[in-house]
């Protein structure tokens, strides 16, 4: 694989990220079959969701919302059809709902709701500690 890494300033807090590193998450969120032929290191810590997408639906507020509380939601899946259950699939929700923790925290901020905020700190670290 070609692999191309960030120049990392002195004395800076950045973790290295290697070519191994970046094949297992690209495997983790592709599939196992995933060939990695090249990558170039952006920054470690950042998840870049314009490219991490992926065109997946779960990656959906609606589906988020829908699978946030067992109650009458739960009818859409009737219509809808259920989600890929693949390894990569539950990774990339972890992924999508720290996506969406994170818009969360945002909001209560915005709104001035300190309790709130607080309050997101402990399931981000979890979701962050699960997909690391």
């Known amino acids: 694989m070609e692999f191309w890494p960030i120049t990392r300033a002195p004395g800076a807090f950045q973790q290295s990220v290697t070519p191994e590193g970046i094949e297992a998450i690209c495997r983790r969120a592709f599939g196992t079959d995933t060939q990695v032929v090249s990558a170039a290191e ?10 991490t997408w992926w065109g997946d639906p779960a990656a959906d507020w609606t589906i988020r919302m829908v699978r946030a509380k067992s109650d ?3 009818t859409f899946w009737d219509t809808y059809g259920l989600l890929d259950q693949s390894e990569a699939a539950a990774w990339r929700s972890k992924i999508y709902e720290a996506r969406h923790l994170g818009a969360i925290r945002l909001e209560r901020h915005r709104l001035g709701n300190s309790e709130g905020v607080r309050n997101s700190y402990e399931p981000m670290a979890q979701i962050l500690a699960a997909v690391a």
């Open 42 to 51: 952006l920054g470690t810590g950042t998840y870049d969701f314009d490219r």
């Open 72 to 74: 009458e939601r739960q």
